[in-house]
């Protein structure tokens, strides 16, 4: 690609992985503002997806691994240089799997004992108990993709940490340290502030972010490919046209399949929850088996039947900025809505996984919760399956894909956008990443 062509790039969507092509496109070597316009169509707000709703773990044992690697290293370097400790909370953050077994007994005796942790005892106090025979409407947990077999194989076995004090260190059977000792594996950004530090930094650097601005068409010719953007105004309800568009890249997460239905990207609710606790910063992927007769208490009050069978797997991530962050499982009830501000919240999952966490930390139990929340995880489906990210350019000239991250969009935004802006100034990138080629799927 001769950088001395006239480039006119729109990127579709402003999550992690919009936003952070758009910051590498806006500080390539190659980028001349003169003969380069980036503009960023975001439907609703920067961040308004999973980017902005997800827990911020990135790991180096994350996957695929044409990415990770990169991308691991450049948060590093993305927070070295632009203050990434205060302006979005990246730091190094321990994480573990622990398995932990809640019994009746345990939360009577501790309703009953208040004396060693008198705030947090208070709270868990109040878990209800209630006698009921397991039914036969209760299900399994499911759980993110996010330990696969090779995460799995990184366990080792370890004490629970002493300063993991958040965690009711009585319930818990084992607790397994994830990634080498001592090896800074794991580390984490606050997902939110983190896209809108890159969109900001992009738009400092000429990129035209617009908001409220839905893709509605994009329009290619066989020959020539693509040549011009539709979008909806979302505030005035009017439709306007980007003309002499030379590229576009499509970056809308799991609406991505809406756009572009060969792509197969699709989108899988999920609830999370955030609370206001300073604590120590781990990141724990928990399994909790609950007492057989236990109910939360929100679900007694509506006169419900309990949701799950007994073990329930919520991931729990201490955040920068005083907060514990924390995810249940997907569920596959409510379809993708028409954008990021239309999706619903289902209060009583949120409820649940409040309620879970309260029978093992005393600390969350007593912690204010200050969001109840819902998003879309991006998925690549093919034959039933998940697969890896599409990032790459398809068969219609001038269109590109970055979409479909799963559950490492966070830990594989940045290297995604530098790859992005490196295909699309027409640099060499790995073999590996070739992997990755959305034709390779017929796309
Ligand atoms: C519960 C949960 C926890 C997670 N935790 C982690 C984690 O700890 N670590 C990690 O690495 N990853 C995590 N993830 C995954 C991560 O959040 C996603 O992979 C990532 O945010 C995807 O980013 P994206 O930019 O592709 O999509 P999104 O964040 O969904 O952004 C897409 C954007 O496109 C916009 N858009 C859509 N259609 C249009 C259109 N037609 N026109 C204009 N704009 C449009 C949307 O409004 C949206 O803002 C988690 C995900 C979930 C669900």
Known sequence: MDAQTKRNIVIVGGGIIGCTTAYYLTRHPKFNPALHSVTLLEATSIAAGASGKAGGLLALWAYPSCLVPLSYRLHKELAAEHNGAQRWGYRRVGCGSLAATVTTSDIRARAQKPSSAPTDNAQLSELPIQSTAPDETTKEWEKLPKQDDKAAGLLRESPLPPDLDWIDGRLVQYYEEMGAPGAAETAQVHPFHFTNSMADLARERGANIKLRAKVTKINDTKTSGVHSVEYEDRDTGETHAIDGVTDVVVAAGPWTGKLLPRTRVEGLRAHSVVFEADVSPYAVFTDIQLPVDYIPEHRISQGQKRRHKGNVDPEIYARPFGEVY??????????????????????????????????????????????????????????????????GPTSVPGLWVAAGHTCWGIQNGPGTGYLMAAMLFGDEVGEEVGKLDPRRFKV
Do not use: N
Request: some cysteine.
């Open 326 to 391: 924390a995810c249940g499982e997907p569920d596959t009830s409510t379809p993708l809505p028409a954008t990021a501000d239309e999706v619903i919240t289902d209060q009583s999952q949120c409820d649940d996984l409040v309620a879970y966490i309260g029978t093992i930390s005393p600390t969350l139990a007593a912690a204010p919760v200050k969001t109840r929340q819902a998003c879309y995880l991006p998925r690549h489906m093919r034959f039933g399956e998940q697969r890896g990210p599409l990032v």
